[in-house]
């Protein structure tokens, strides 16, 4: 069997977020279930040819290599490509994203011709990919070559769809007038994304749990009855987590790497370590609670805020490294700095790992979560999530309220700040009880989230689509 994955950033090659991380790594855990897979994404500025071992082999279309035998091609389109940035720069996203997502679409799907690459199955990411199965359909769908090609589309953030004005029509290179096809029309706009769903051999996204929420009014971001109509199609497969770069016995980044076995000693000389880069008072005592990811509204800044205005009442020590986001949020967060919390608001690949490592709990109050990563780096860190019920939290996360045993982390239901400090009040009396806390961290630590279970789900999934 052979997949061909196509998506607008994969890891190391470009990334700005989770999406790149999952397509580069599972594609890797395929191949080692004995699926050749192959990989297409867009030839940035930034994809350095002497450092990716990039080579020209084809007219505009460019190959490197990943993992044992997979093939890395490389859409050019110098017009729209060669620039800064993947979506945008500092003014925001680049006006013409339609034509450039739409041209790397084609391209696809013309390469695959042209380098006489014959998949079984096509695998599309989110919506700068959703044009190839309506191309399939209907412009390329009177060619042999491609008629048994088969199409996936994974959404891996529904927030983010591909709506552009009604004038771009005429730059979706279909046989039609200057209006907007049906499968289009979304509020007199374009969207990419409904198009791509209703076109699609197959949806689907990246946890069970998000996969029904989508189909409901509250998260279906105007897509729901889309979804609804598809629901036969849509499949939720929970996002693994690539355990080659996230270790804690093997971490470069960290000053002293530990696993399952050392884990108490390792875990407070990494916890020492992270109070004196933030210094913060040393105390191996008080419990720490870290946050790693993006200044919004969805992942929960303003539960946070909240609780930090209790930090005196709770006697807890807050660690936060912060991404860009909502400057607003990190003029706050100054403002309500203390001795007991440390804040980073630069990128900072180290920090971020001593954080997860250095941390007792990680902070996830995220609104929404289609999958989420860092709950399961934090545990295979020994780091308890305390987290919002939603989505992957939900998948991934056995709360010790309903399962004191087999318990990794901690739930809270209502999404107010009320419930958030509750769960944070529930959290320190568990690190009171060093025994229970123990016992839930190796429970953490033994959670698989490996990309293996995933992968075999994605394999029964394309044979299950070849039989149709």
């Known amino acids: 069997m052979k997949v061909v994955f196509c998506a607008s950033e994969v890891y190391p ?9 999952v397509c580069g790594a599972l594609p890797l855990a395929l191949e080692k279930l004995g699926i050749e897979a192959a990989i297409f994404l867009p030839r940035y500025q930034g994809v350095d040819i002497k450092k990716f071992g990039l080579k020209e082999v084809e007219q505009h279309l460019w190959k490197a290599n990943l993992g044992k035998q997979i093939d890395v091609y490389f859409v050019e389109r110098k017009e729209f ?17 339609l034509e450039r997502f739409q041209s790397f679409s084609w391209g696809v799907l013309e390469a695959l011709k042209q380098l006489k690459i ?5 695998h599309c990411h989110d919506w700068h990919t959703a044009l190839i199965p309506v191309y399939l359909k209907e412009s390329f769908k009177n060619d042999p070559f491609y008629r048994s090609l088969k199409s996936i589309l994974t959404i891996h953030n529904l927030a983010f769809q591909g709506i552009f004005p009604k004038q ?3 730059h979706l290179h279909l046989d039609h007038d200057l209006k907007i096809p049906a499968p289009f029309d979304f509020h007199s706009q374009i969207n990419l994304l409904k198009a791509g769903i209703l076109y699609a051999d197959e949806v689907t996204t990246v946890s069970p749990q998000y996969a029904k929420e989508i189909q409901v009014s509250e998260d279906g971001c105007g897509l729901e009855h889309i979804l609804q109509q598809r629901h036969d199609q849509l499949v939720g497969i ?14 470069r980044f960290l000053p002293t790497p530990y696993d399952k076995d050392n884990v108490r000693e390792g875990k407070r000389d990494n916890k020492i370590a992270l109070q004196k ?21 969805q992942k929960g800044i303003d539960l946070i805020l909240k609780m930090i205005e209790q930090i005196e009442e709770l006697n807890i020590q807050v660690v936060i490294q912060g991404e860009a986001g909502d400057g607003l949020y990190a003029k706050k967060l100054r403002q309500l700095a203390s001795k007991k919390v440390g804040l980073s608001f630069e990128f900072n690949e180290r920090l971020a790992h001593e954080v997860y490592a250095g941390s007792d709990f990680l902070m996830m109050p995220s609104s929404f979560e289609p999958c989420g990563l860092s709950q399961m780096i934090a545990m295979r860190y020994g780091t308890l ?11 991934s996360i056995r709360s010790w309220d309903h399962d004191a045993q087999q318990a990794n982390g901690l739930l809270f239901k209502h999404y107010t ?33 490996s990309w293996r279970q995933s992968a075999q789900e994605y394999k029964k999934l394309y044979q299950c689509l070849l039989l149709d």
């Open 417 to 449: 700040p009320e419930s958030f400090v509750k769960a944070m009040h529930e959290a320190i009396k568990v690190f009171a009880n060093q025994s229970l806390y123990q016992r839930f961290v190796r429970n953490a630590m033994e959670s698989d989230f």
């Open 238 to 251: 929970l996002n693994g987590l690539d355990y080659d770069v996230w270790d804690p016995k093997k971490d």
């Open 385 to 395: 999530p305390v987290a919002y019920a939603t989505g992957g939290l939900i998948d």
């Open 13 to 21: 090659y470009a990334k700005t977020g989770g999406l790149a991380d």
């Open 81 to 97: 490509f060669d620039r800064k940035g993947i979506y945008g720069d500092g003014s925001g996203d680049f006006p013409d994203n």
């Open 168 to 170: 771009k029509a005429r």
């Open 277 to 297: 880069a933030l210094k913060l008072p040393l105390d191996q005592d008080i419990p720490l609670f870290g946050f790693v990811g993006r200044l919004t509204h």
């Open 118 to 122: 014959q998949p079984d199955v096509i």
